[in-house]
Every structure is written in C-alpha cells, then in structure tokens.
C-alpha cells in the first residue's frame, strides 16, 4: 500500500458517492442506490457483492499514473526494491542511483507519516482525556 493512501479515499464502504457493485461470483456490474443493501445480483441470484470505487475516485487515478506514468512505474520498482532489500541480499550494483535516491525519499516519507500518526493519536487521547474531566 502507498503512504498515505488512506487520506486520499475512505474506501468504498464510507464513499457516499459509491453507486455499483460487482458481484463476486459472476463480475456482474450493476448500480445500486443504496451500497448499504446491494441486493442480489441479477445475473447470477448472488449475494455478498463487492462496492466498487466511485467514477471519481482519487485512487484510480492514483493506480492509472502508477501503470503509465515513469514516476508510477519507478515507485512500484522501489517498493518491489524495499522488498527484495529485506528478504534477499541485494548490493549497490543492483540498484540505479534513481532507485537508490526514490527509496530514500519514501523510507524518510515513511517516518515522517509514522511520526504525524503518533501525534494524531497522541491528540486525539489528550482531547479524550480532557473531556473525561
């Protein structure tokens, strides 16, 4: 997952503009006005259907640059990197000095975001605590 994904998009379960859904047995698209009761699916009768990302949704065109962009395609190259570098034995030789300057910069955005949770969460219990008094 990307950094900061979630604050681009709650997921189609909390999108309001979330409209279709597709069913998990046949892949049947269909719209439905309310993604909280989907219904069954009118191809097949079955039930438990996926909520899709709505038409506007920031991650899709998140994943699309990620496929055809040179920046997107160099990003997925350093998270397969970061999972090589833990799990196999990999030297400079093996790394092109764009991937090596990409990685530092999404180890240090790591950190930073892990550092922005803590203060989030170290807010939000100070404001719990203050209305408990």
């Given at each position: 997952?990307m950094l900061r994904q979630d604050?681009?998009?709650?997921?189609?379960?909390?999108?309001?503009?979330?409209?279709?859904?597709?069913?998990?047995?046949?892949?049947?698209?269909?719209?439905?006005?309310?993604?909280?009761?989907?219904?069954?699916?009118?191809?097949?009768?079955?039930?438990?259907?996926?909520?899709?990302?709505?038409?506007?949704?920031?991650?899709?065109?998140?994943?699309?640059?990620?496929?055809?962009?040179?920046?997107?395609?160099?990003?997925?190259?350093?998270?397969?990197?970061?999972?090589?570098?833990?799990?196999?034995?990999?030297?400079?030789?093996?790394?092109?000095?764009?991937?090596?300057?990409?990685?530092?910069?999404?180890?240090?955005?790591?950190?930073?975001?892990?550092?922005?949770?803590?203060?989030?969460?170290?807010?939000?219990?100070?404001?719990?605590?203050?209305?408990?008094r």
């Amino acid at each position: 997952m990307m950094l900061r994904q979630d604050q681009l998009c709650p997921g189609p379960l909390d999108c309001e503009a979330a409209e279709d859904v597709r069913c998990t047995a046949c892949g049947q698209v269909w719209y439905v006005p309310d993604t909280n009761v989907p219904g069954i699916c009118p191809h097949c009768g079955g039930a438990g259907p996926t909520i899709n990302r709505c038409a506007g949704c920031p991650l899709t065109t998140l994943d699309h640059l990620r496929r055809t962009t040179d920046a997107g395609l160099l990003i997925d190259r350093v998270l397969n990197l970061e999972f090589c570098i833990e799990k196999l034995h990999l030297t400079w030789d093996d790394i092109t000095a764009e991937e090596a300057a990409a990685l530092r910069i999404m180890i240090e955005e790591r950190y930073i975001a892990k550092q922005d949770e803590a203060e989030e969460k170290k807010l939000e219990q100070h404001q719990r605590a203050m209305l408990n008094r």
